[in-house]
């Protein structure tokens, strides 16, 4: 492999072990692995973002919070903007960039809204552009909206400058292909179709499907990074298992989310020792509960001559008892993914 430093092509990655681009995607996306592109020696890099101040000098109200943004020279919707000091080296592109780039040979962009990269001792080291922003803010307290980075030219700092980016220009850290290679490898000896069980609904098997697919990989070191597995896990649901609904779709996200991640379910229904063994243990305390629930309707559903199933009602009124200890909100989502009848 060349370029055997720091960095490599990701072009040349795909060709050496014959990976398709719609497969790397798809493990860029599972693995969080951000996509790089070097950041010209001729811009200069700035961060821009919307933020509340903490002032205790001044007064907080629901009219002050949603006054109109300040403005900055690359946001008319964000109030605060600085130059990054640190030497960036390179600027992380989505997924989403890497296919566009992919279909239509190349991509124009000014601001990067995920990860900027800078020599540290230890070699790259990522920042994010809300980390920089709440930085430069200090010593106020404040609380970051949104941020962004933006590219100017260094003679004209308050003009955007757009860097053309090909497929030949994508990059990718060595330690990140090395992650990719070892996914492959686990999925290669792993193939087997799994099957449905007796107990799981069509969306109750997708939402299963997911956290295996999602999560065991997953290493979340900062808000960013869940706020981003969190969409990215809704618009698997809503695009390839036909989730539907806001409400749903979030419920579903966080009940698949690791147990750190989310909050703590108190309950009496956990199963314990071989049953809990059952269970991946990549399985979140939510989600091992809505497959007990499940198994639990299917089971009284059965008891009876008819066979009728549960409605959907009478499960969430029962999954909010204390003894499942589910809030309104998931227990309404779990009534909707675990009913048979989906």
Request: charged share 30%; aromatic share 8%; proline share 3%.
């Amino acid at each position: 492999m060349k370029n055997k430093g720091l960095i490599i092509s990701a072009t040349e990655f795909l060709e050496e072990h014959n990976i398709s681009e719609s497969e790397f995607k798809d493990r860029i996306e599972k693995l969080q692995i951000p996509l790089l592109c070097r950041c010209p020696r001729t811009v200069a890099v700035h961060v821009s973002g919307s933020a509340i101040i903490l002032n205790d000098n001044e007064p907080r109200t629901a009219k002050s919070l949603s006054k109109q943004h300040k403005g900055t020279p690359f946001c008319a919707d964000h109030d605060y903007h600085s130059k990054v000091d640190l030497d960036i080296k390179f600027l992380s592109i989505s997924a989403t960039d890497w296919e566009k780039i992919v279909n239509y040979g190349e991509l124009s962009k000014c601001d990067f809204n995920l990860y900027a990269f800078h020599e540290s001792g230890k070699g790259l080291a990522k920042v994010s552009a809300r980390e920089l922003l709440n930085t430069s803010l200090k010593p106020l307290p404040a609380l970051i909206i949104d941020a962004a980075f933006f590219i100017t030219s260094r003679n004209s700092p308050d003009k955007l400058e757009e860097i053309i980016i090909r497929e030949a220009d994508v990059i990718m850290r060595t330690e990140d292909s090395k992650r990719i290679l070892e996914t492959n490898t686990e999925n290669n000896k792993d193939s087997k179709k799994s099957e449905q069980h007796y107990w799981e609904s069509n969306k109750l098997f997708e939402l299963n499907r997911t956290a295996e697919k999602f999560i065991p990989e997953i290493n979340i070191t900062s808000e960013d990074e869940r706020k981003e597995l969190i969409e990215m896990i809704k618009k698997h649901l809503k695009e390839k298992c036909n989730y539907k609904g806001k409400d749903l779709l979030e419920q579903a996200a966080f009940a698949i989310l690791p147990n750190e991640h989310y909050r703590k379910i108190k309950s009496t229904k956990m199963p314990a020792d071989k049953a809990l063994s059952q269970y991946p243990e990549h399985a979140s305390t939510a989600l091992i509960l809505i497959n007990e629930a499940a198994k639990h309707f299917w089971n009284a559903s059965q008891e009876t001559t008819q066979k009728v199933q549960t409605k959907r009602t009478v499960m969430k009124t029962e999954l909010e008892s204390s003894d499942w200890g589910f809030t309104a909100r998931l227990a309404g989502a779990a009534a909707t993914i675990i009913n048979l009848k989906t």
